[in-house]
């Protein structure tokens, strides 16, 4: 019998014989599976008579007995009683956990599927001896629930779950992820999925098709098994760990490695934006497409140096817009990503959060109503697109700004009188169950200071060009530079051009023009010595 305490969750094979490629069985698949590092097979046959059931049972239970892996049935108590499994697994609407656990006794293992936060907190009135571990999701759509009664929750979901158990001090119970987790994501849900305060993540993941469907099992789950195993995920072609300093000397070496690798800027953003936007990007040594053809986003994200800029101030067809996160984040190319107006309506929530579960950015930036909304910090409704009167409190924003970095696992930048910008990439690191390296307060954070720019305001896509000129910093990058530095770069460059262009401009027309003089003016004499705005740790 195994001490339950001590099990191995981190990856976790549900078997589905109906997945069966030719010329495999389920004890095959499993086998292959077992040899090549899954450390939990749950036993899950929904549609197979009793006798049937337990035959396939008995012969799994001996594969994983050889390999000293524990054996999980699904939903059949007596399935598991009878051939004295290791445990059981049941659903919401499955036998209540109590008599579950009357029938199997204290010593055996009981996983339960939990999707909402009220369920975490009933688990955890139950105590130690009610669930040892629960399946969180689904995460993604996937086509083992043929109906599935709860909707994708996204990793913010499952970190959402994981604050609950936090907050209800349940620590015995251990946590597996599940539903539509395949290699693309696995990464991305590992590092970004932990609670809040930065002390719990889960503890593995739950797979299916991508062991019982595959030709070759175990090639499939060694993959897996690496993808956890490595404990980085570097979703960009560049370093994403923080600068020993930061320095004039410094941004003038990401202006000249700009200028030298002229980045390709594919913006697809507010329709108001595009014209500024591009004049921004060749302003900054880069190269502009606006293009929403969802048939040409994989050929562009494989230019040198391309970049994405996402902005949601037009609202794209959803499709479009996931198509183009799918193709830059496959080719290892940077997605700046600008969640416009993220809660002022439903629409844009919706949209706004699908895009924030399904794609991984370099860098998230927002004005201070976006960024307070996105950190769950905003106590009012968002006014349209514009910041509203959110600004007053810095160390509130800079809080937000942490969280937001911290939860997306990116460079964040809060855009305001004063930018704030903080480092949530974590060096690309993540560990199973014990949470993050770093806890948000600890995340390093940055003021831009220029004083007040009211003309800045008053203009359209004035926030949008910010955008644009960090993806063209972020987009020069070489291999060994890093996405920090890239971001404060072009912050104190944007705002810098944005002072200079105020004290030269007749009014808020002719301050767009003067601010695209500025930007070339100052990226061409490439002396930041002299650039007005001023750096400092936040």
């Known amino acids: 019998m195994f001490d339950k305490t001590k099990v191995d969750y981190s990856l976790y094979l549900v078997t589905d014989s109906t997945m069966l490629p030719p010329g495999t069985t389920l004890e095959s698949q499993v086998y292959a ?10 036993l899950r046959e929904k549609d197979t008579d009793t006798k ?46 109590s008599m579950v656990r009357k029938l199997v006794g204290p010593d055996k293992i009981v996983g339960w599927s939990v999707g909402y936060e009220h369920e975490v907190q009933e688990l955890a009135a139950m105590g130690p001896q009610g669930v040892d571990y629960v399946g969180l999701g689904m995460v993604f759509p996937t086509n083992t629930k043929k109906n599935p009664k709860k909707s994708p929750m996204g990793p913010r979901g499952v970190s959402k779950l994981l604050d609950t158990l936090q907050t209800s001090n349940a620590t015995w119970c251990r946590t597996v992820a599940i539903g539509g987790l395949h290699p693309d994501n696995i990464p991305r849900v590992l590092s970004q999925m932990c609670s809040n305060d930065g002390k719990r993540s889960v503890d593995g993941i739950a797979v299916v098709s991508d062991i019982m469907a595959s030709s070759e099992a175990g090639k499939a789950t060694k993959r ?62 880069s190269s502009p497409i606006m293009s929403e053809i969802e048939s040409e986003f994989v050929e562009l994200s494989q230019v040198p140096h391309a970049t994405l800029l996402l902005n949601t101030g037009s609202v794209a067809p959803l499709e479009s817009l996931t198509s183009a996160m799918r193709a830059y984040n496959s080719a290892g190319r940077p997605i700046v990503f600008d969640p416009v107006g993220f809660s002022a309506t439903s629409v844009r929530l919706q949209l706004n959060s699908h895009l924030l579960a399904y794609g991984q950015f370099a860098c998230i930036k927002g004005n201070a109503g976006e960024i307070l909304s996105l950190a769950d910090l905003n106590t009012g409704k968002m006014r349209g697109v514009d910041s509203g009167d959110n600004g007053s409190n810095l160390s509130l924003l800079v809080e937000a700004t942490k969280i937001v970095a911290f939860r997306y696992r990116c460079v964040a930048v809060c855009t305001g009188k004063i930018d704030v910008v903080a480092d949530g990439t974590c060096e690309g690191k993540f560990k199973l169950s014990s949470g993050s390296p770093l806890i948000p307060s600890q995340i390093p954070a940055y003021k831009v200071e220029c004083g007040d720019i009211p003309v800045m305001g008053r203009i359209t896509a004035s926030g949008c060009s910010l955008g644009t000129t960090i993806a063209c910093l972020v987009g020069g990058l070489s291999k060994d530079q890093s996405l920090l530095s890239a971001v404060l770069t072009a912050v104190r460059l944007y705002k810098s051009a944005g002072y200079l262009a105020s004290s030269r401009c007749e009014g808020s027309g002719s301050f767009q023009v003067r601010l695209i003089d500025a930007l070339d003016q100052m990226f061409q004499g490439e002396d930041p010595q002299y650039w007005k705005a001023t750096l400092s740790s936040a």
Do not use: W
């Open 224 to 285: 897996l098994r690496n993808l956890i195993d490595s404990k980085n995920y570097q979703y960009v072609d560049f370093v994403v760990n923080n600068p020993e300093s930061h320095s004039p000397a410094l941004e003038k070496e990401y202006i000249q490695v700009t200028t030298l690798n002229s980045p390709l800027i594919h913006h697809i953003t507010n329709k108001v934006h595009y014209n500024f936007g591009a004049n921004v990007a060749l302003a900054l040594g």
């Open 33 to 42: 599976a077992l040899q090549n590092g899954v450390t939990l097979v749950q």
């Open 52 to 97: 049937i059931f337990i035959q396939h049972a008995v012969k799994v239970q001996k594969l994983c007995r050889e390999f000293k892996v524990p054996l999980i049935i699904n939903d059949r108590v007596d399935v598991a009683l009878a051939i004295d499994a290791d445990g059981v697994h049941v659903g919401q609407g499955d036998m209540p956990i």
